[in-house]
């Protein structure tokens, strides 16, 4: 059977070993082709092509339910579920999303961009079964990453004091430690422990000993305590806490053996009640190159496959806002003993990766835990440390109720660095750093900048670092800078709650937050050529507004205009209108950003044309408010 030929799971009922490794050969061919051509999440998907097919081996995918966790791994899924012919769109506007989407298929049981979800969303599902009396299966898998966050565990505890509830949950390791535990004697013990006698004994052996002459009730204590050295002696010691904590145990397994993960799914829907499949698998399976960088080859962009190397830009980039963030950063803390990086398992993305090099000892990685990463930092602010929180924008929403809390309430000198701020692109509604603005503005106590430009990053790092009246947070875009000149040392802080003036004009004034001032400064040059001059302030601070500089100026032009990356509710343009009813002020503002809905994958210059946030698009929309008998001469070409 052609991979082509397979639109619905169950069609992978029947299927010999050897045709479902055929399959497998497929998928990975497929998967790399595609990523290689438009980028994507390499390793995690090629690492579980044989977990999937034996999976859904045991499974109807018409009625049971699948949550895969987070969604890295589940392009094997998505091809066996109707979405071959379309896979070469993945990722880009209008076609296959990088994550699980319910819209998206029927087979997408559950969606998710943020990980350590899946257990609790199939733990809901079960218990829906069951208050229903159906009888479907219940599946979640977990990456062994995912199970760091504190969610996963939360649900794990929950679904252990469920003995009736049937609920799977794999978990896929692919840390290569594990790859020893994997063998004959773990296949061994896992057959004698699940196999009937073996359970007889074990549930069965203090109601035979009650019956036995002389002994009766008095060994009842001692009897507890050799069952529970019998279920010990048959679980390898990494499973103890699942067996702990209610589940039944059953691993390691290996993840590429697709005869022993079907026999063991078997077993485990058959058990009953929670159980967890520990499966071991090698990420980026089937790919050398991805298999020995499993980190760098997690995600990639367009690259060559047979050299593994990205293919590269036409031209030379400026650096990026991360990479400036990462060394700038490392600078002040090779100086300052007191700054701590602190990342939840993204040293990379954030730039903190060179902090971990150079100064280990002042970086920290807590794992997908946010949650724990913002309390920490207010405890390491306590004992007068600089903690510098390096997250995505989309992330630290995980963190809310602590940043309130833990570090808000209490107003402790944390610095908060949120990364891919505004459209990210590719990933979706899950990633889009849409709402930090509006999330971090209504806080007591909250500071809020963004520089905009890799330069004004720099001194805004500094200005984060020296600030200890509370907590500061800055925000920067996904991606390179404008390749303005770079300090590599002496930067100044910035004065709090400062902007500037970068152009002087009477007709509109256009107030340009972060990542929107360039484009700010593009629309006022349109809007020249067409006889309207606009007066251009590079706000700088969202939380607080340089009142003395936007107030009169808003009065005098009696025309203003913001401009955003991030969504309008409570964003930055309410803000400035906000400050203006505040004051009197009453002039027609015309608020620029992303609306009320939910930006979906495309390429960040796709997401801005479909959103109205172009240079030429923001400038045609402005000169019809100033001009409206020019409505008629577009300026689009």
């Known amino acids: 059977m052609h991979l082509s030929e397979i639109t619905h799971p169950n069609e992978l ?31 995690p998907g090629l690492g579980v092509v044989e977990l999937t097919l034996a999976l ?69 599902m079960a218990l829906a079964r069951d208050l229903r009396g159906d009888t479907f299966k219940t599946v979640a898998v977990i990456g062994d990453g995912a199970l760091t966050g504190g969610m996963a565990l939360e649900a794990i505890n929950h679904a252990g004091h469920l003995p009736k509830t049937n609920l799977l949950v794999v978990l896929n390791d692919n840390e290569m430690s594990i790859s020893p535990n994997v063998g004959a004697l773990s296949r061994h013990l896992n057959k004698m422990r699940l196999s009937p006698p073996v359970q007889f004994i074990s549930d069965n052996i203090k109601e035979q000993v009650k019956n036995l002459p002389f002994v009766g009730e008095s060994l009842s204590p001692e009897l507890g305590r050799i069952r529970e050295g019998m279920k010990r002696l048959a679980v390898p010691k990494v499973g103890a806490v699942f067996e702990e904590l209610g589940f039944t145990y059953i691993g390691p397994v290996d993840g590429h053996n697709l005869e022993e993960l079907i026999s063991t799914f078997q077993q485990a829907h058959a058990h009953g009640g929670p159980v967890l499949v520990h499966v071991a698998t090698v990420k ?50 090779e100086n300052d003993p007191r700054i701590v990086g602190i990342t939840a398992a993204m040293a990379t993305g954030t730039g903190l990766d060179i902090l971990q090099t150079r100064l280990p000892k002042q970086y920290m990685d807590v794992g997908i835990a946010e949650q724990h990463a913002v309390t920490m930092a207010a405890g390491l602010a306590c004992e007068g440390m600089r903690p510098v929180v390096a997250v995505y924008s989309t992330f630290l929403q995980r963190a809310y109720d602590q940043i309130i809390h833990d570090v808000c309430i209490q107003n402790l000198p944390v610095f908060f660095c949120l990364d ?109 050529e067409h006889g309207v001059e606009a007066t ?97 001469l577009s300026i689009i070409n």
């Not at 479902?20 to 051509?37: G, N, S, W």
């Not at 505004?422 to 930090?436: E, N």
């Not at 509109?508 to 929107?516: Q, R």
């Open 56 to 124: 859904y081996q045991t499974l109807d995918l018409d009625r049971d339910k699948v949550v895969w966790d987070v969604g890295h791994q589940a392009y094997p899924h998505k091809l066996i579920t109707g979405r071959y012919s379309q896979f070469s769109t993945l990722r880009q506007k209008a076609g296959i999303a990088g994550y699980l989407k319910r819209c998206e298929s029927k087979f997408d049981h559950f969606g998710a961009g943020h990980a350590s979800t899946s257990i609790s969303a199939a733990l809901g």
């Open 536 to 632: 251009v302030i590079n706000a700088r601070f969202v939380k607080p507004l340089d009142l003395d500089l936007i107030l009169p100026l808003a009065k005098q032009i009696g025309q203003v205009v913001t401009l955003e990356e991030g969504c309008l509710m409570g964003g930055f343009g309410s803000a400035v209108a906000e400050a203006l009813l505040d004051h009197g002020i009453v002039v027609p503002i015309t608020r620029l950003g992303v609306p009320d809905e939910l930006v979906d994958h495309a390429s960040p210059e796709e997401s801005k044309v479909s959103l109205g946030l172009t240079s030429s698009q923001m400038a045609e929309r402005v000169l019809q408010l100033c001009r409206p008998v020019a409505s008629s």
């Open 420 to 528: 891919r701020a505004g459209i990210v692109g590719a990933d979706g509604p899950t990633h889009q750093g849409m709402y930090d603005i509006s999330y971090l503005r209504c806080i007591p106590n909250m500071v809020l900048m963004a520089p905009k430009d890799e330069a004004e990053l720099q001194r805004m790092i500094v200005t984060g670092v020296e600030y200890t009246e509370g907590p500061i947070a800055m925000r920067y875009p996904r991606g390179n800078g404008y390749g303005v000149p770079l300090m590599e040392e002496g930067w100044e802080p910035l004065p709090i709650g400062k902007g500037e003036i970068l152009r002087h004009g009477d007709d509109v004034l256009l107030l340009g937050y972060g990542s929107m001032v360039y484009p700010a400064m593009q629309v006022a040059e349109i809007l020249s």
């Open 284 to 333: 980026g399976k089937g790919y050398a190159i991805a298999e020995k960088d499993q980190v760098g080859y997690h995600a990639q962009p367009a690259f060559n496959l047979l050299t593994g190397k990205a293919i590269p830009s036409s031209k030379p980039k400026p650096p990026g806002y991360s990479k400036v963030f990462g060394e700038t950063l490392l600078k002040l803390a």
């Open 13 to 43: 009922h029947g299927l010999t070993i050897h045709q479902l490794q055929q399959v497998a050969r497929q998928i990975r061919d497929k998967h790399l082709e595609t990523v290689a051509a438009s980028g994507g999440h390499l390793g």
